[in-house]
Every structure is written in structure tokens, then in C-alpha cells.
């Protein structure tokens, strides 16, 4: 009887299941993973569906009316700017900063996403388009290597603090010839004192000099202030008081490859004013008066350097980008914007070219001047 029972629990013992031993939280996390990695491509399949199921509904399509129509006056203004009043010098501004026109972009983009409107959404395809037609091809490097002359233009700014400083930073460009605008008479003998030693040519015409490595002759003065256009013109001549001096110069340059024309320009200011607008009419004067020049001149190479006050889309300089090509489009990298110095929007100050080619483009550090030096390596 003993011997039974004390068999009976081994016995059970053996017959009992084995216990299972395993974490019931591991386990539970196993299936709920198992569980969320078989929904989760259903999940994916029901977002699209869902969006593609908004698309096709006509609420998107009808929001956003007022962002739409702007995306598409935006896409419609850039390419023809052209047709734009410039009364008031209204076209004159715009084209001065068309470049900028992309920047709105992203506004009218967010304005789309917040309304939820598929139409303005779309719509801003064509600005984008548009800009990137005009303008997406300066942002590449199209600079090339070699040169067989480099210039640089710099307007150096009436009330330049530190003349002999900006004439010493130019003079280490390396630069075969130098053009300076906006020179006073004080100024003209230091920028002449300070320039000696690098450039044994050079020659002045009023506020406008020519710097040069190489020979220069038949210097004379271009005049781009016929016409007596502005107040300030018209209060000179009332007055009976001295005209204002040469702004423009041109100068042959005798190079290994023959006889190069060079044109020094500082065209009229332009001015915002409360009555008259974007007031641009000594400025246009003197584009139509040097392209005229530029017309005339009978040496097929030809390079235009200066202060223009006008960027290459302004039409007050049709006359003379439909004879001359823009060195920084041609060979340059980026817009090259050179004024002002301190947070630089606009190329004003331009390098212009016929008979030679463009092989690199690009903007010199600022220098006391509110402008920025632009520079060019030219090969023939």
C-alpha cells in the first residue's frame, strides 16, 4: 500500500504537460507586430486610394481660385514683361528685377497647400516653367579656361572712403585693362597715382578712365548725355550753367591680334520718385546714344564696359544687347549681381562684347564702392 502511493505522484509527474516557460508579453508582441506588418500595405493601399479618391472629387479643383489666377498672371508676366506701360518707368522696374519674379513662387505654392486647391497647384507650373526657360541657364557654370584678356569694370563710387585701397584691390585683379566710373577730379589723381606702376597706359575723359597693360590711342569722349534730358539738365540749361562732364570714353586697344574698341560708360542714374515713378530718362537717352555709337563703329571688335544702370532684360538696352552680347550670360556663373555692394539684387554693371568670345565671367569682392567689380577673361 505504501509502495502504491508512493509511485502515484511520480506517476503524475510524468503524465502532467510541460510548462511553458516563454514571456506572455513577448509573445503578445510578436503577434501584434505579426498583426501590424500584415495591415500595414493595406493601410499604404487605402491612403492612396483615398487620395486618389480626393483628386477625382471636384473640391479641390474648385478651391483656390484667387492663388490660381495669380500663379498664372505670374507665368504670364515673365515672358511678356515686354508689354508691360513703362509709363513711369513702370517696365523699366520690373524687368530691373525679373529675376526675382521666382521668388513668389513659393508663396503661391504655400497658398495652394493651404487652401488644399489642386487647381492653383497645377497653375504654378507654368511660372515655374517659365522662370527656369529664362532664367535656369545662368545658374550653370558655363565659364571655359584660357583668355587672352581680362577686364574689369568697377564703378568706384563718388564718395569712396578709401580711393587708394579700391585702386590697389583692382590693380591685384590682374586685370589687362581697367575701366572706373564715377571718378571726381580728387579721385582721379589718386586712382592715376596708385594704377601707375601696374598699367603704363591710361586715359581719362570727365568722371569715365581706361587703365591698360597694353597701347592705347584715339582716345575721345562719347557723348551720352544729348538731348539735356531730367530736371537737373534742364535747370542747367535755364540757368546758363556748365555742362556736366564726359560720362563716356572710347579708346583703341592694340593687341597681339590687332586693334580692339573699348567703350568706358557711366549712363544716367535712374531714381524712384513720388511723381514721375521709375524715373529713367537720362538713362535712356544715353543706351539709345552709346548703341548708336556702337552702330558706327567700324572695328569689328568691339567690348562695351560700365556702369549702365540698367540690367540686360531692361528694353531701355535692346539697342545695344541686340548688337552686343552680355559677357556674364555667355560665360558666367549665376546672375552675377553687382549692385549694392552690400546685399547685391541687380547686375547694372555690365561687360558687353562683339568680335571676341566670352570665356569666364564673375563678380570681384567689394571694395569701398557701393558697387561690386565685375570682371571678364575674353579670347579672340
Do not use: C
Not at 266 to 287: C, E, I, K, Q
Request: glycine share 8%; net charge neutral; hydrophobic share 40%.
Amino acid at each position: 500500500m505504501s509502495e502504491a502511493l508512493r509511485e502515484v505522484p511520480g506517476a503524475r509527474q510524468q503524465d502532467a504537460p510541460e510548462e511553458h516557460t516563454g514571456n506572455p508579453d513577448t509573445t503578445r508582441g510578436r503577434q501584434d507586430n505579426a498583426a501590424f506588418e500584415d495591415t500595414e500595405p493595406d493601410a499604404r493601399r487605402a491612403r492612396v486610394h483615398r487620395t486618389f479618391r480626393s483628386l477625382l472629387s471636384p473640391d479641390p479643383w474648385k478651391r483656390g481660385p484667387v492663388p490660381a489666377a495669380l500663379a498664372l498672371l505670374l507665368g504670364l508676366l515673365m515672358p511678356l514683361h515686354t508689354h508691360i506701360t513703362d509709363r513711369g518707368g513702370l517696365g523699366s522696374l520690373v524687368e530691373t528685377f525679373l529675376p526675382w519674379s521666382g521668388l513668389l513662387v513659393p508663396v503661391l505654392l504655400a497658398a495652394a497647400l493651404w487652401r488644399r486647391s489642386a487647381t492653383a497647384t497645377v497653375a504654378l507650373l507654368l511660372p515655374v516653367v517659365t522662370w527656369l526657360s529664362l532664367f535656369g541657364g545662368l545658374l550653370l557654370d558655363k565659364s571655359q579656361p584660357g583668355g587672352d584678356l581680362t577686364v574689369v569694370s568697377h564703378n568706384v563710387n563718388a564718395d569712396n572712403p578709401d580711393p587708394a585701397g579700391t585702386a590697389r584691390a583692382l590693380a591685384a585683379s590682374g586685370a589687362d585693362l581697367l575701366a572706373l566710373e564715377e571718378m571726381t577730379p580728387r579721385t582721379t589723381a589718386v586712382y592715376a597715382r596708385e594704377l601707375a606702376r601696374t598699367y603704363p597706359y591710361h586715359t581719362v575723359q570727365g568722371t569715365v578712365g581706361l587703365w591698360s597693360r597694353l597701347p592705347l590711342s584715339q582716345s575721345r569722349p562719347v557723348d551720352v548725355l544729348r538731348g539735356n534730358a531730367g530736371p537737373l539738365a534742364r535747370t542747367r540749361q535755364a540757368e546758363d550753367l556748365p555742362a556736366d562732364p564726359p560720362r563716356a570714353l572710347r579708346a583703341t586697344v592694340a593687341t597681339d591680334q590687332g586693334p580692339l574698341a573699348v567703350y568706358v560708360v557711366h549712363l544716367g542714374s535712374v531714381r524712384l520718385m513720388p511723381r514721375n515713378g521709375f524715373w529713367t530718362d537720362s538713362r535712356d537717352v544715353g543706351a539709345n546714344a552709346l548703341a548708336k555709337a556702337v552702330a558706327a563703329e567700324r572695328n569689328e571688335r568691339v567690348v562695351v564696359l560700365g556702369d549702365l544702370n540698367g540690367t540686360t532684360d531692361d528694353r531701355a538696352l535692346d539697342g545695344l544687347t541686340a548688337q552686343l552680347r552680355s559677357a556674364q550670360e555667355a560665360a558666367g556663373h549665376g546672375f552675377g549681381f553687382s549692385w549694392p555692394a552690400s546685399f547685391p539684387v541687380a547686375r547694372i554693371d555690365q561687360i558687353l562684347v562683339r568680335g571676341v568670345e566670352p570665356k569666364n565671367a564673375w563678380v570681384l569682392p567689394a571694395t569701398g564702392s557701393d558697387h561690386l567689380p565685375v570682371a571678364a577673361a575674353l579670347g579672340w
